[in-house]
């Protein structure tokens, strides 16, 4: 019975299966990243409660190894961005919400979209099972630099190779499926200026995927090809390691899988946070009880985030040896990346003015997404000047940045969008009570592990560090944070647990929602899916003259006087 | 010369390593500039966000006005963004980083030496009185020889060799030829803000001038295996005499061979 869920076609089944599966791996990566916690915490001191779950190649005596240090790193990051955040934030809100916010009968190619999902979890399967090989998993970073990852002795940097193209396979099938259902398939009246801006999100998101995961499917059969069929790719001539001639035919290069996996990785860091900000625009909307304010400026807004985020990759690499005339080529590119997310993050932050706002749970996620957001974004900044990069790159600023990106920026997104559509898809409401335990919890701990790294990073301590920096006399001043932010992640943890409980009581157990609880505009809300009809804009909230202060997309009544749309 | 308080408040609030070197300054100005930029907007985006959100809530505003707002200052703060990034990028990143990768100073004027990264140590290469560096090779390669230095090579004579181990004369250019042996290692002194990969197959030059006298220590930034952690060094930014004094004792350390 439980099984056939996972032989449907139905974009809906799909796209739970997505999320549940995504939960699941997001679960999983931020347990690796609670034990790796730990010993950046306590470095050398035995992990408590798990740590002879570990075993003895990882952690003899429950004390990390730094082999163990390094699998850890490399697969909460491989595990958090490309089997958690993305299918999350594409394969399960982009199946379930993009078909009915535009009011298709389903995706345009449903067996096409089980086979996405298929292969998702086979990646998924294979990452995972990397663990248990002789060696371990992958350990060479997510980024997986060459040669360290083409020489990397562990069996698990090629399951990993595996993993990364059954995950790559997923999200070309998946992304074709978007795009042909979104051009295609959009019910009658659903112009493109009438499309949610959800449904832009996914549009733009879904090109992303489609022209840049190549980039890194073809990288990824070079190492695999490196490290099984001998060849020489990523290896120049004259390699010693160990002190012994390295015994391969050599004449590669490897700052080619460095261009060629950045090609992917930044439009990747779009992937993971258009669609965030698709969720929060909707959320936003919803509880302001007015129009988006810039709609059409936000849409293009999405499509010059898009285009540029393919010039923009090699500000990952500044420091590989770059003349000025490309680096400054690439740092132009990225201050100007930088201003349609400014205008999509001012446009969210105004269209607050003049809403009557209710905070409800959903919202209170979306909200704190744009000054987290903007953290993250901010910096950004001296990281893309080249100058500034030279004493940040690779630091802990670095991973601040990015986690202020991704964790409370995209992830807050996300539970925002699971507390909002919960009740179209169980019919109930999630508890609001633990929902906002669980939000003002995340939030503090979040902050306390994230913005402790910029003082460390500005400090000089590099990130991977085994213990945390100890062994540097310029860490010394900031090596306590190291125990601040751990702390922040075992608070973090204890958090997620109102979450997942009341994710599951709330299946059974949660009060009863009307269709359309949240008093929402768009599609998905209908009750009324067989056929529907779209006649007005996307957010059509207190419109003067309507007996309510919401007309949805679905109702053919013409208020006396519609409102302007920005 | 000493930073005016706008500037000096930022760096007491960013707490960088001291700075040692020439090119420094333009790095931290930059640094505390765009960390300004970065405060500037937080801080008005934040408040604007707050009085909003207490200005609107559902208590103190029932119906919401769908017109939203009006007027253009919102142009003009994404247009301030924009001028304040071009200006930053063009009057000191680029300038700064043309500095750093176009201007190399000339040999004869430098302390020129060779850094050789491996898996998880820095070899430091000296090319003594000569100015010339010896021959290496693979074959030379041994346990005392990591550098694969050819000592019968006329030119290797009077080189000098190092494990983990910087010394520099302070106030004159030094230039580093940086290459890798085995990973991507990244060469980091973070009192000179100098940092620069070293990627196999290549040799990277990075120069800079230390202006201060110092003990302190080399840095991995690139993950390079599991003794990333460790891979540290040291470098000593000495007088010229004591510099001169050093050197001389290490070559006439040589002699007996």
Redesign the interface.
């Known amino acids: 019975m439980f099984l056939k869920h996972f032989f449907s076609t139905d974009h809906k089944v799909i796209g739970l299966l997505y999320a549940f599966t995504a939960l699941f791996f997001l679960l999983v990566g931020f347990f690796l990243i609670v034990i790796l916690r730990w010993q950046l915490a306590y470095p050398g001191q035995p992990v408590p409660v798990v740590g002879p779950l570990l075993g003895d190649a990882n952690a003899p005596g429950g004390i990390i190894?730094?082999?163990f240090y390094?699998q850890l790193g490399a697969m909460h990051g491989t595990i958090m961005v490309f089997l958690g955040v993305v299918p999350l934030a594409v394969g399960a809100f982009g199946n379930y919400l993009v078909p009915l916010q535009i009011g298709a009968p389903d995706m345009a190619f449903p067996r096409l979209n089980l086979g996405s999902y298929w292969f998702y979890l086979a990646g998924g399967v294979v990452m995972l099972s990397s663990f248990f090989v002789p060696g371990g998993a992958a350990?060479?970073?997510w980024t997986s630099?060459p040669?360290?990852s083409d020489?990397s002795p562990t069996s698990g940097q090629t399951w990993w190779l595996v993993g990364m193209l059954c995950i790559i396979l997923s999200s070309l099938l998946g992304s074709i499926n978007i795009i042909t259902t979104i051009v295609q398939l959009r019910a009658p009246g659903m112009t493109w200026f009438r499309m949610p801006f959800l449904v832009w999100a996914q549009f733009v998101t879904a090109f992303l995927l489609l022209l840049a995961f190549p980039a890194l499917q073809a990288a990824a059969i070079l190492q695999g090809m490196d490290r099984v069929a001998g060849t020489s790719f990523f290896?120049?001539?004259?390699?010693?390691?160990?002190?012994r001639?390295?015994d391969v035919s050599g004449g590669?290069?490897?700052?080619l899988w460095q261009h060629l996996f950045w090609f992917l990785a930044h439009p990747e860091v779009y992937v993971l946070i258009l669609p965030a900000m698709g969720i929060v625009a909707e959320i936003i909307a919803n509880n302001?009880?007015?129009?988006l304010?810039?709609y059409r400026l936000m849409v293009y807004s999405l499509f010059v985030l898009g285009v540029l985020s393919f010039l923009v990759w090699a500000h990952h690499m500044f420091?590989?040896?770059?003349?000025?005339a490309i680096?400054?080529f690439f740092?132009?590119t990225t201050?100007i990346i930088?201003?349609p997310s400014?205008?999509i993050?001012?446009?969210l932050?105004?269209?607050?003015?003049?809403?009557?706002?209710?905070?409800t749970t959903p919202m209170l996620f979306a909200?704190a997404f744009?000054?987290m957001f903007?953290?993250g974004g901010?910096?950004g900044?001296?990281l893309g000047?080249?100058?500034?990069d030279?004493?940040l790159?690779?630091?802990t600023y670095v991973v601040g940045h990015f986690h202020y990106v991704v964790a409370p920026g995209t992830i807050f997104a996300l539970f925002a969008g699971i507390y909002y559509w919960f009740p179209r898809i169980t019919g109930r409401m999630m508890n609001d009570t633990l929902g906002r335990m669980h939000f003002v919890g995340s939030l503090v701990s979040m902050n306390a592990i994230f913005m402790p790294m910029f003082?460390q990073g500005?400090?000089?301590v590099?990130r991977?560090?085994?213990?945390g920096g100890m062994?540097?006399?310029?860490a010394q001043?900031v090596l306590s944070l190291n125990v601040h932010m751990s702390i922040g992640a075992f608070a973090l943890a204890f958090f997620q647990i109102f979450f997942i409980v009341n994710l599951f009581a709330s299946l059974k157990q949660g009060r009863v929602a009307s269709a359309n609880p949240w008093d929402a505009t768009t599609l998905e809300w209908s009750e009324d899916t067989a056929s529907p009809r779209v006649y007005r804009d996307p957010y059509d909230?207190?419109?003067?003259g309507a007996p309510r202060?919401f007309v949805p997309q679905y109702v053919a009544r013409v208020v006396s006087s519609g409102?302007?749309e920005? | 010369m000493t930073p005016d308080p706008i500037t000096k408040l930022m760096l007491d609030i960013l707490r960088m390593p001291p700075a040692a070197s020439a090119h420094a300054a333009d790095v931290d100005q930059l640094m505390v500039l765009v960390h300004w930029l970065m405060a500037i907007l937080f801080t008005g985006w934040s408040i604007f966000f707050v009085y909003v959100l207490v200005r609107f809530r559902r208590g103190a505003h029932p119906v919401a006005d769908p017109r939203g707002v009006r007027g253009r200052w919102s142009t003009f703060v994404e247009g301030g963004v924009l001028v304040a990034e071009v200006i930053l990028l063009a009057f000191f990143s680029i300038p700064a980083w043309s500095s750093r990768v176009d201007a190399f100073p000339s040999a004869q004027q430098s302390t020129v030496v060779r850094v050789v990264a491996e898996q998880f140590a820095w070899n430091v290469h000296y090319p003594g009185a000569d100015g010339a560096f010896g021959r290496t090779d693979v074959t030379f390669l041994s346990a005392t020889n990591p550098l694969g230095l050819d000592r019968s090579d006329p030119a290797a004579r009077d080189d000098v060799t190092t494990i983990n181990r910087l010394n520099l004369p302070m106030g004159r250019p030094v230039i580093v030829y940086l290459s890798t042996k085995d990973m991507v290692h990244s060469f980091t002194l973070p009192q000179m803000r100098v940092k620069q990969d070293a990627v196999p197959g290549t040799v990277q030059p990075v120069w800079f001038t230390p202006t201060r006298t110092g003990e302190w220590e080399i840095a991995c930034s690139q993950l390079c295996g599991l003794g990333h952690y460790r891979m540290r060094g040291f470098y000593s930014v000495q007088t010229r005499e004591d510099f001169a004094s050093w050197l001389a004792a290490e070559t006439a350390a040589l002699a007996p061979r």
């Open positions: 190894l730094p082999e390094n350990n060479n970073g630099y040669p360290l020489l290896l120049p001539s004259g390699l010693v390691v160990s002190g001639p390295l590669g290069n490897a700052l302001t009880r007015k129009p304010w810039g420091l590989t040896g770059m003349g000025t680096s400054a740092q132009a201050m930088s201003i400014v205008v993050l001012t446009s932050i105004l269209s607050l003015w003049g809403g009557s706002i209710r905070f909200l744009l000054p903007g953290m901010l910096t900044l001296p000047l080249a100058t500034t030279i004493p790159h690779d630091t003082v500005l400090a000089g590099n991977r560090l085994w213990d062994e540097y006399a310029h001043g909230y207190s419109p003067p202060d409102p302007a920005g």
